[in-house]
């Protein structure tokens, strides 16, 4: 079925710092890909997305790449703020079935001062 | 706007009791979704609503009903609360119907089953 792989499960960085978090995804035919941040105690606020007909995208100090033929998309975080701290989820949405998400398993990531 | 509301925020049950976990949305939105999300296991479907008037089940829908009550609300009944079903519960909802580009999640829900 459907699978979407996520790493690294926990990140540490120093503020200031860029943070990568990388995710696989299975269905070749996936064409919709957001990221979601999860503060504790809160619910995922959609960060950024991006769509298969595009590589990259970015959004002042985040971005996102895709990269179809390997099948794998990742979030870029540069000059890393405390505020940054979360857990972060990829996912990503099949072409024949968008009434589902398929999401990874979480990135902790803490951002040091 | 206040996006997508959840009631309520914390929820303790015992075995065999039942509940209803409230959503709604202020967005015009029409597709509508419940998700679970336990530690390690990220985020599961439970069930969604692709638009006013439908319900389809998702990955795990055992021990749970849901009620697309209009185009704002989706609520999810537990009838017979097990421990099993101890997580945090998300709604959700996404512009177009059958279609979770651009999904945007409530607070969620914390129940507690002893």
């Known amino acids: 079925g459907e699978n979407v792989e996520q790493h690294p499960s926990t990140l540490s960085v120093q503020e200031g710092d860029s943070a990568v978090i990388k995710c696989t995804y299975s269905?070749?035919?996936?064409?919709?890909f957001p990221w979601y941040k999860q503060e504790l105690g809160k619910g995922p606020q959609l960060i950024i997305d991006?769509?298969?007909?595009?590589g990259e995208k970015k959004d002042q100090r985040i971005a996102v790449t895709l990269n179809k033929t390997a099948k794998h998309f990742s979030l870029h975080i540069t000059e890393t703020q405390p505020e940054d701290s979360a857990v972060y989820f990829c996912?990503?949405?099949?072409?024949?079935?968008?009434?589902?998400?398929?999401f990874g398993t979480g990135t902790r990531l803490q951002v040091f001062p | 706007n206040a996006g997508v509301t959840q009631t309520p925020k914390f929820q303790v049950l015992k075995t065999g009791q039942s509940m209803t976990l409230q959503c709604a949305q202020d967005?015009?939105?029409?597709?509508m979704y419940w998700y679970r999300q336990d530690p390690g296991m990220g985020l599961r479907l439970i069930y969604y609503?692709?638009?006013?008037?439908?319900?389809d089940k998702g990955e795990v829908p055992n021990g749970y009903n849901v009620s697309r009550l209009n185009k704002r609300e989706f609520s999810l009944r537990l009838e017979s609360a097990a421990p099993s079903q101890t997580s945090v519960y998300f709604c959700?909802?996404?512009?177009?119907?059958?279609?979770?580009?651009?999904?945007?999640f409530g607070p969620g829900t914390r129940l507690t089953v002893l």
């Open positions: 996912a990503a949405r099949p072409l024949y079935n968008t009434d589902k998400l398929i």
């Open positions: 959700a909802s996404s512009p177009l119907p059958g279609d979770t580009d651009t999904q945007y």
């Open positions: 609503s692709a638009s006013e008037g439908t319900t």
């Open positions: 269905d070749s035919a996936s064409n919709y």
């Open positions: 967005m015009n939105h029409n597709s």
């Open positions: 991006i769509r298969s007909n595009v």
